[in-house]
């Protein structure tokens, strides 16, 4: 089996945002109105002279347990046998459901309007049709040919990592089993599949 | 890992979801509740009628809220289908969709064979002619046969209703106010309280008859202990929302209790007054109707500022 997930260091994202862009012409996401399938978080942490700026990319966790799959009426959120939580478009009828169940933010809402904006937008190549509530899919149509997320493809800093939690050998099991890596909120029993390496600069 | 915590509300679902929970919750409950009268208590085809007519108008009200605010309005049609039971039945909007679909069916089937006798509705043009079909009168009959079987099977999906206007939002495992089943209950016993509210007043204002006093009486005790039940679990969350400092409950503790709103207009006006009101009417009773209809429409403006605040004051705990 695979079991597919990320792993992101924050010690190592510079903030660029190149990992918001390269998603967003990826998966034309609505850049217009400032909503993102993934997104970084910038803060400044400490106070006067003592202050640390600080990165933390965000996306959906594709959890193992993932509340806005359960509360989904229509069934048009699904997980895939390899664990990316998918969204299907036109199954969706945009109740928000899943945008109230989700604990990390992951969803935004893709109206008809944000359709013809996104034809404007981009052009020939828009290939939205439905309205629906939206999220990131780790590149699941790259991730099929082989290829990695494109947030991961474009991440100067390296912070994101891609791999397959069920393959031993695989750098970012390692750094799961070994807790260097550790998921985001794991009280809410949604057994994320996203990541994080602690700052070790933080003091927040 | 070690994040920091913003403890930030909603902006999705506001006052249009809580109409949405409003007027399902109390347009289920007063058809559950005028069937079982009929079934039960008194023969009461008034009630039954108007009961009927006032939930069929308050559920399509309320779900029409839910669907102006769809993004897609076309795949409403997956929740629509029966089979949705068996593909989600893990989702509580697939469940209140087809409780909601059923109860409006047979509480029309119902309240058949009066409508065929009533001369109110025999006058109207349209309607009035659609009871005088033969199938309709055949249909009517198989009713009659079949009534109280028709009758449970709407107060079954009625309280269907009820109940999934608060397993609705429990089900969001990130807001604590949501996620606890003291919102079931809280949302059951507040749509059965608004929905006896709002049947006394029908029978106070529009069809007062003295042979009704034991329905009256009834009606005043059963929302005296469903008042004091709600109480109960408005102080368990005045207890439970006290947790730590920094926390989304304490987050929600703060919106709520430090509101006037919340406070006074709901549970002063919507739930102590009425009490008061009802406690004298039940011990000592009123020389007037107007305490009673008084109390009855504090309970209403109550059961919707419950949900009103309730939506807006769900705290999630948002890292950065």
């Known amino acids: ?204 | 890992m070690d994040v920091t915590m913003s403890y930030v509300t909603q902006d999705w679902w506001t006052w249009w979801f809580a109409i949405y929970l409003f007027f399902g919750g109390m347009g289920a409950a007063i058809m559950a509740v005028a069937f079982l009268t009929d079934m039960y208590l008194k023969r009461h085809p008034n009630l039954v009628i108007w009961g009927m007519i006032s939930s069929i108008v308050m559920l399509s009200l309320g779900s029409g809220m839910l669907f102006l605010h769809l993004l897609d309005h076309i795949a409403v049609i997956h929740v629509l289908n029966p089979m949705v039971l068996l593909n989600k039945p893990d989702a509580w909007i697939a469940w209140g969709t087809q409780f909601i679909t059923w109860m409006m069916v047979w509480g029309v089937l119902y309240p058949l064979p009066y409508l065929i006798e009533s001369r109110f509705f025999l006058g109207f043009p349209l309607v009035g002619g659609i009871l005088r079909w033969s199938i309709v009168k055949k249909v009517a009959a198989v009713c009659e046969r079949y009534h109280k079987l028709l009758g449970w099977l709407a107060t079954i999906n009625g309280i269907g209703v009820a109940v999934y206007t608060g397993l609705l939002i429990q089900s969001f495992p990130a807001v604590p106010l949501w996620h606890n089943p003291g919102v079931p209950v809280l949302f059951t016993v507040s749509a059965f309280s608004t929905a006896i509210a709002f049947l006394l007043v029908m029978l106070n204002v529009f069809f007062y008859d003295s042979e009704d006093h034991k329905i009256h009486v009834f009606y005043e005790r059963t929302d005296l202990i469903l008042i004091s039940a709600e109480l109960v679990v408005i102080f368990s969350f005045f207890q439970y929302l006290q947790v730590g400092e920094e926390s989304a409950a304490s987050a929600s503790f703060k919106l709520l209790f430090t509101d006037p709103g919340w406070l006074i207009g709901f549970i002063g006006f919507g739930l102590i007054v009425p009490f008061l009101l009802e406690l004298k009417g039940v011990i000592k009773g009123w020389s007037t109707r107007i305490p009673i209809i008084t109390a009855s429409l504090l309970v209403m403006m109550g059961g919707y500022l419950l949900r009103h605040y309730f939506m807006y004051s769900g705290v999630y705990s948002h890292p950065w």
């Open chain 1, 1 to 204: 089996m695979t079991r597919y997930a990320m792993v992101i260091d924050l010690n190592t994202c510079v903030g660029c945002n190149a990992c918001m862009a390269a998603c967003a012409m990826e998966n034309q996401t609505p850049v217009w109105k400032n909503q993102w399938r993934t997104w970084v978080h910038d803060k400044e942490i400490g106070t006067a002279d003592d202050i640390t700026r600080r990165f933390f990319p965000r996306l959906c966790n594709h959890c193992d347990n993932p509340p806005c799959m359960t509360v989904c009426p229509t069934g048009a959120t699904y997980r895939m046998d390899s664990g990316i939580v998918m969204v299907d478009d036109a199954r969706c009828m945009g109740c928000g459901a899943c945008a109230m169940a989700c604990p990390y933010k992951a969803r935004y809402p893709i109206t008809y309007d944000d359709i013809d904006k996104g034809e404007e937008f981009f052009g020939h190549d828009a290939w939205r049709k439905h309205p629906s509530v939206d999220k990131c899919d780790f590149c699941a149509h790259r991730v099929a040919k082989g290829e990695k997320p494109a947030c991961v493809e474009t991440c100067v800093g390296s912070a994101r990592m891609f791999g397959d939690l069920d393959d031993p050998n695989d750098p970012i099991t390692k750094l799961v089993k070994s807790s260097i890596a550790r998921p985001l909120m794991s009280y809410m029993g949604t057994h994320p599949n996203v990541y994080y390496i602690d700052d070790l600069k933080r003091k927040g």
